[in-house]
């Protein structure tokens, strides 16, 4: 069975740094392609980012250049180090596996991140 568990999500100041942790199992994770989402208040959950199984990544627009997507295949870990955060950043943010730009595993509980002064 596929289970991702969410880590890493807390209250930070904007301009903060976060680094998220999903760590996988029930799946070959190095041959995965793996993706970041985020659900705000009030919105559909959201592709933020992707890795495939090579390390090629993706990015939406609004974070480009502040936000990294990384892979450990040793730890089947996926990361998300999120930089000069600001407060529309705020969401759960969530790790799926990606395959046909869809999200095909199942949904951990997800990780809460909140940018607020």
């Known amino acids: 069975q596929v289970h991702m568990v969410e880590s890493g999500g807390e209250l930070v100041q904007p301009g903060g740094s976060l680094r998220l942790s999903c760590a996988a199992s029930?799946?070959?994770?190095?041959?995965?392609?793996m993706a970041w989402y985020r659900q705000a208040p009030g919105k559909e959950r959201e592709l933020v980012a992707s890795?495939?199984?090579?390390?090629?990544?993706y990015y939406i627009d609004s974070v480009k250049g502040r936000f990294t997507i990384s892979r450990d295949n040793a730890k089947n870990t996926v990361y998300l180090q999120m930089n000069a955060l600001k407060p529309e950043d705020t969401a759960v943010y969530y790790c799926?596996?990606?395959?046909?730009?869809?999200?095909?595993?199942?949904w951990g509980q997800g990780t809460q991140v909140t940018v607020s002064s």
């Open positions: 890795v495939t199984i090579r390390a090629n990544t």
């Open positions: 029930g799946i070959i994770f190095s041959a995965s392609a």
């Open positions: 799926n596996v990606y395959r046909g730009g869809l999200a095909v595993g199942s």
